[in-house]
């Protein structure tokens, strides 16, 4: 299927699991972002197309699909830089099952966090006084590194360890499990480095760095993982947790 | 799904985690051969002398510089990893791949001087 110079072929992930891509011709427009790719399709060529976004603006973390073979946040992705010749294969986000067209089913992802014990554990009331944190304490600034995640699964969909242990708890849980490792005010670390430390825990990463390349609020999940690892290593031989 | 699925592997540092598991498994099938050659000056110096003999042939000897190149290349890939997960994070981890990459090249090289 040729396309006009104006013009894009673009192919896109039709059906579930066992579907197929299916060529779609799209007007180039400046400025456009490869959401706005999707979404004309949906208005003007087939309203049955699943996909999913909210913000639009690369806050809720809900537009994230493989184009041309990478895990972007397609709100946030011009299609002018990332277009090399005339065509554009976007599909589903990778290592998570598909529910429909572009919709990857998030669920194996957030049931991860879970796992993890990526929740708050407050050490505290409402009726205390609120925590004084230093800005500069060495707890909050490691915090600070990994906090800005969206949840939007891109490093899980380019982390070849997933793809390899579907058990594994992956890089988006694991940075979210630092974070509260590091949070003063939280009382859940023992129970914390015991899951991140189990079988499909943090050592399962092979530091390749996949989720730190792909990442788009530049968060660096392979330094959080390698800083569990060290923590339950020392809580190991201090005989914290068991082996 | 298509086969431009990959993408994310079209990168310097997975070629990087690559090569060290690569070099790994060639590093793993060669060390019983070397412990086999070792054995054989057990068994009295004829045969060993024969095969030392045969690894003064050119051939052989580009061989060697290869196995150089892997083991420099899984020691310098295993130090990098060691590094990046016991110390705090430093950037620029790509070029310290590559880096490793030609002080291994660099290693096998010298070697190969040496013995021509
Ligand atoms: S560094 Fe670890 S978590 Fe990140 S992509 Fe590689 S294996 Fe996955
Ligand atoms: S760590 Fe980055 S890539 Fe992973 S879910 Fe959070 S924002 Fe997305
Ligand atoms: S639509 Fe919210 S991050 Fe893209």
Redesign the pocket.
Known sequence: MGSAPDELEVSLWRGGEAGRYEAYRVPLKENQTVLDLVTWIQRYLDPTLSYRFACRVGMC?SC?MTVDGR?R?TCRTLVAKILKGRRLEIGPLQNLPVIKDLAADMRP?FEKWQRAKGVFAPSQTRREAPAKIPPQSALRIAADA?I?????????A?CDSVRWNRDYLG??AL??AWTLLNDARDKGNAERLRAVSGKDGCHNCHSHQS?ER??????N?TASIAGLKRKTLEAYLTGRIAG | MSARTLGHRRDPLWLAALLHRLSGVALAAFLPVHFLVLGLAIGGGGRLEGFLRWSEEPLVRLAEGGLVFLFTLHLLGGLRLLWIENFPWRGGQTGIALLAALVSAAAAFFFLLILF
């Open positions: 973390g994230a895990p946040w992802f990994a800005e995640c969206i949840n939007c699964g891109i490093c899980y380019a890089p988006a940075n979210r989720c792909h990442c788009p609020k530049a968060l999940p």
